[in-house]
């Protein structure tokens, strides 16, 4: 007899241990069997259906979870993309700045270029109306740079009267600057 009985608990243990590997490797579902066989009793009928609806709410929450999480990627990637944009904006609105800031500075040179162009093209008409003894007696006085706009501002003839009633080294200095 105990022959027969360690027989029988070998053989259902190699069928216990079976059934873990063929449930384990996924080829048996022995859950749903259960559940099956569960449900075709009334007293277990109630709570197996329970079962099953609890199982298709939590399919459908990891459903609605799983769009849930796309939806915050494709958010987090927006977020992304309008900061890296953002910052883009800020710096083409540095640059924009920059841009404008030296136009001004520019401005600003050229109309002091503009002003000064005028006074020496007042001073040039100033000292075309004199004759050119006094207008290069005062010149000589002034600086060479200045001098040199203003005759460059001057018609040719009366440059050339002016330039003749200067200094000679003066007048050369000046002569040698003219391009």
Known sequence: M???????????????????I????????????VLDCMASIPAFAPYVE?????????????QQQAELDLQIQQLVLQREELESLRQQLLTWDRQLTEKENDLLR???ALKAQQAKAKSIADLAQLYMQMRPEEAAAILKLMDNNMVLDIILAMDKETAALILVALPPTMAAELSSQFQ
Request: net charge negative; proline share 2%; aromatic share 8%.
């Open 2 to 20: 105990v022959k027969w009985l360690a027989t029988i608990y070998t053989l259902v243990i190699s069928v216990i241990i079976a059934c873990i």
């Open 22 to 33: 063929l449930t384990v490797t996924g080829v048996i579902h022995p859950q749903e069997l």
């Open 50 to 62: 329970a079962y099953n609806i609890g199982k298709e709410q939590e399919s459908w929450r990891q």
């Open 106 to 108: 520019q401005e600003e």
